[in-house]
């Protein structure tokens, strides 16, 4: 069978690559057809194959070899650029896999009439000829190959008898005007193939149900001849295997090639014109695909409208079962998750995503490497127009149930703009010609190529208007049909179409980094009959300053005072600020740069006058035109025997937490506590200071409640190895705190000491971001004086030591170490407890009390200090302090197992070994948020308590998470 199938390949082959066709010298690209013959063995995850690769060179110059990507040689073994770029971007799967779990392609021979040898290089295999192959002839190579099939890391792959099979052939490179390109499978990145022509055959078990690219023309059942993946014993006496299937098919102008096998998969198709959906999916993801077939026929009609036709006669829309390689597209095949998100839009957002990729890479097909951003780009803008034209401009990326009172509406293009946002304030931003692979240490800068390239492209129907972009849009797609566009040649369809020359628009967006921030400087009226006799009316000037993107012309509109508008448009200029002169009937009362949000503004709170404010009941969206202030009541049941109502009012520009960069942020609160009588307040603050570092801020607080007064005040300097990805952090804190003690009403008497307590803090906090190794360590000094009675005066210094150890993917273990030191008077909440901190860092206190059985040194843990959770109740503490804990996980379980050993004492001095405690127990992890521990045995019990009881405290997750 296999000798017969490979004769009529051949044939096939044969004839088609002997169809000639003319180069034409400025406008060549290569093709490469192959007749591919493969037998899945689902016990040994083997798959054994033979390609025929006819190589028709089109170019103008003579090849003196020719190369192949090996792909599946990035799941080899930990030293690929593969394994290490996942590696740097904290993906530890590959470095943790077993040798079984990986996986690799085995080159068994290359022959062929002008082959000479052949050398591999981890992903690239190599092929030198015999004589050169000249312009306008083809070659036919023969390469035999045994793919050893990896659990899935990426994309091609297997989870039990789930198969992926993408990037799985020995594929040829590209050779462009450029050169050939033989660059790795990165962490980051796709791929970058020749257009030919694919005959496919592959022999598997028939209970398999398969989805591959191109038509299935050939279905044969009951094999005769032994293959790989039967034994002799399973041949009858007619050699015949039974249960044994060969699948054959062809792909007509395609630059790969996808299969994915499952034997639980259900078909549903759908004929849709002369096009054939069908989807695949696992029966427990049914109800989640319900709604895949309409999503996918409203998508095809629109892309057909805006685009032209799909360019294939069928689509399959495969599930992918949640695995790494969903979210994906290849040449008429979708892979899809499985799951959806619950009460989110995001899985129809990946399958019309993932559709559109058929004209933006399938049919279009540009170097995804080095220019991502020509179809991850197009297919986000295409993902966004999809919902505004089917759920219009007010569509929502949340589906929230009905019963909820206050829905957040964040819609497409609204994400993609806070994603904007946060990439150019935290500094992420790069250009959009930057190759993608260089994203690997940051992966949120990654996104460029969806949302930024999005809003650039949104920006650009504007400039062009629609009918003229969209024109433009339909001719890239018809021009480049099957073909390897540049971002040249989509300037120069837009040049055509728009008019005029556009080169200035891409140069700022796609060449450079450069971002457009226009800002209002101040504004003033006066009437013209003070300026020149019989004037009447207004003038109102408007001071303009263009922070960034001298190149953008931007709309600035007035409305006076009779509620007329005039606008202008303030050109490119190499200059930074302009005066505009506006003669009105009455006096300016607004002025607004960029009202329609086209010019891609990523800074648009300074683009109004007045500044724009918003009073919103409960928590918003952040807005990125106007300053936020939200009322948010308040009620708290503090235990045992009272209860709190109040208010919280908070205001905001964007928000400030971490990387996220916001602006003039507080917080008021007031609450009334009924059993002790008396009103609680407390106002916060802090915002970026905008200089000595991008993450440098100012904060400062003051509180009252019943038992104290606090105010604080301070620096903090933070760095971010990599904003919003994994990666190391640094934050130095320096701070002046203030806090008045006037009785213990709220607190157990044990733990405070009444005064006034003036304080300097410097706290450095640094914490990794590695695989293997992820700790990091926190060190605290504070000097304390009591500024009333001079009862305390101290030293205090802290160090924390932490690690996480990662065994396996799975298996971790977290060490600590705790060290501290007090030195002089020293007030009772300023010692070291040994069960777990006293107060909590940076949160309010009023929000429960510190007595009564959930409290904290009770049932309520606040991770710290010494951390020995299983002597709560006992309220330990000294003036040194030294302890350890270890915890580790129970694989693919939220338990982990925890022992916590040290002492506290009054010094050094007077520590031994017989001052050590001890404990042990179980824990359990809820969401990543909430820890319950119950720490069974403890060294030293109280008189009549047994050392091993049941013994149980919660709290918020520190530790192992």
């Keep these: 069978m296999a000798g017969i199938l490979r004769n009529i390949l051949c044939s096939i082959f044969i004839s088609v690559i002997s169809l000639a066709r003319l180069a034409i010298a400025d406008d060549w690209q290569q093709q490469v057809d192959y007749a591919i013959n493969i037998q899945l063995n689902d016990n040994t995850h083997h798959l054994a194959g033979k ?70 290089d981890e992903t690239i295999l190599r092929v030198n000829l015999t004589s050169s192959l000249p312009p306008n002839s083809t070659t036919v190579i023969e390469i035999s190959f045994d793919l050893k099939i990896p659990e899935i890391f990426s994309r091609l792959g297997h989870s039990g008898d789930h198969y992926e099979l993408t990037q799985w052939y020995p594929k040829a490179c590209v050779y462009d005007d450029k050169g050939w390109h033989t660059d790795a499978y990165h962490y980051l990145g796709e791929f970058y193939s020749d257009f030919g022509n694919y005959d496919v055959t592959i022999t598997l078990p028939a209970k398999y149900v398969v989805a591959a690219t191109g038509k299935l023309i050939e279905t044969q059942a009951d094999l005769s001849g032994s293959t790989i993946t039967g034994s002799d014993s399973e041949i009858d006496k007619d050699g015949i295997i039974p249960g044994l299937k060969a699948l054959h098919f062809s792909a007509k102008d395609v630059h790969d090639f996808a299969i994915a096998a499952d034997k639980n998969y259900e078909i549903e198709a759908i004929q849709t014109g002369n096009l054939a959906i069908q989807i695949y999916v696992l029966p427990k993801h049914k109800k989640a695909w319900k709604d895949v077939g309409k999503w996918a026929e409203q998508a095809i009609k629109l892309y057909g409208e805006w685009y032209g036709d799909y360019p294939y006669d069928e689509l399959k829309i495969v599930d992918a079962d949640d695995s790494p390689g969903a979210g994906m597209e290849y040449p008429g095949v979708v892979l899809i998750s499985g799951k959806a998100v619950p009460f989110t839009t995001l899985h129809e957002a990946e399958v019309i995503h993932e559709i559109a990729h058929q004209w933006f890479y399938g049919m279009v097909a540009n170097n995804e490497l080095d220019e991502a951003w020509l179809d991850e780009g197009f297919a986000t803008f295409t993902e966004i127009r999809y919902f505004e034209a089917i759920y219009g401009a007010d569509n929502n990326i949340l589906n929230l149930p009905g019963w909820i009172p206050f829905k957040l509406q964040i819609t497409e293009r609204m994400a993609a703009r806070y994603y904007y946002y946060l990439l150019v304030s935290s500094g992420c931003d790069k250009s959009l010609n930057t190759p993608s692979y260089l994203h690997s240490s940051n992966e949120f800068g990654y996104g460029i190529y969806y949302y930024k390239a999005a809003l650039i492209l949104f920006s650009l129907r504007e400039l062009m208007g629609n009918s003229a972009f969209d024109a433009a849009m339909r001719h890239y797609c018809y021009r480049f049909k099957f073909k390897h566009p540049t971002t040249d040649d989509f300037i120069d369809v837009c040049n ?70 005039y606008s202008q448009i303030w050109g490119s200029s190499e200059k930074d600020s302009e005066v505009m002169t506006f003669n009105t009937k009455a006096g300016l009362r607004n002025v607004a740069i960029d009202p329609n949000d086209q010019a891609l503004d990523y800074y648009r709170w300074n683009n109004h006058y007045p500044r724009k404010i918003k009073f919103e009941f409960i928590y918003n969206k952040p807005d990125l035109d106007a300053y936020q202030i939200f009322f948010i009541p308040y009620g708290w049941v503090v235990p045992p025997n009272t209860y709190r109502l109040g208010a919280i009012f908070q205001g905001r520009q964007f928000f400030d937490a971490g990387p996220a960069l916001g602006k003039h ?69 320096l701070s002046v705190a203030s806090t008045h003690y006037s ?59 932490f690690e996480y150890l990662r065994f396996t993917s799975k298996l971790k273990l977290f060490a600590r170490l705790y060290l501290g030191y007090v030195r002089g008077a020293v007030p009772a909440q300023e010692h070291f407890f040994l069960s777990g901190k006293l107060f909590p860092d940076k949160a309010l206190r009023m929000t429960w009390a510190n007595t009564g059985d959930l409290s904290s040194q009770q049932r309520w843990h606040i991770w710290g200090d010494g951390n020995l959770r299983g002597y709560f109740g006992r309220h330990l503490k000294g003036k040194a302090i030294a302890t350890g804990t270890i915890e580790h996980n129970l694989p693919l379980s939220p338990i982990y197992l925890f022992y916590d050993t040290g002492y506290t004492a009054n010094n050094f001095n007077s520590a031994h070994l017989n001052n050590l405690k001890a404990d042990f127990g179980i824990g359990v992890l809820f969401l990543k948020l909430l820890r319950v521990d ?17 013994r149980i405290i919660v709290g918020l997750a520190r530790g192992l998470q």
């Design 496 to 565: 055509q179409f728009s008019g005029q020359d556009l080169s200035w628009f891409f140069r700022q967006w796609i060449e450079t980094k450069s971002n457009v921030d226009f800002e209002i400087k101040r504004v003033s009226n006066s009437r013209l009959r003070e300026l020149q006799p019989n004037g009447e009316g207004y003038q109102g000037l408007v001071y303009l300053r263009r922070n960034a993107g001298n190149e953008t012309p931007v709309e600035v509109t007035v409305q006076d005072e009779a509620g007329d508008r």
């Design 743 to 801: 009785s213990a009403y709220e607190s157990d008497p044990r733990d405070v000491s009444v005064g006034n307590l003036l304080s300097l803090n410097c706290i450095y906090d640094y914490k990794g971001g590695g695989i293997k190794f992820g700790g990091g360590w926190e060190i605290k000094a504070k000097l304390g004086k009591d500024v009333g009675n001079d009862v305390f005066e101290f030293g205090k210094i802290s160090a924390e030591f």
């Design 665 to 733: 942020q507080w917080s008021l609160f007031m609450a009334y506590d009924f059993r002790g009588k008396s009103l609680m307040h407390s106002l916060n603050y802090r915002t970026p200071l905008g200089m000595l570092g991008r993450f440098t801020r100012i904060y400062g607080g003051w509180s009252r409640n019943i038992e104290t007064q606090n105010a604080i005040g301070g620096l903090s300097f933070n760095h971010y190895d990599s904003p919003f990805s994994k990666g190391a952090s640094h934050t130095l804190d």
């Design 934 to 950: 119950f720490p069974f045995w403890i060294s030293e019990p109280l008189p009549k308590e047994p050392n091993w009881d049941f």
């Design 51 to 120: 390609a025929i690769v006819g190589y028709y060179n089109n170019s103008p110059d003579s090849l003196h070899e020719l190369y192949f990507h090996l792909y599946p040689n990035a799941f080899r073994n930990k030293q690929t650029v593969y394994a290490k770029e996942a590696y740097i971007a904290g993906d530890n799967q590959l470095y943790y896999s077993s040798e079984k779990d990986r996986g690799g392609v085995d080159i068994l021979s290359v022959s062929g009439k002008e082959v000479r040898d052949y050398k591999i």
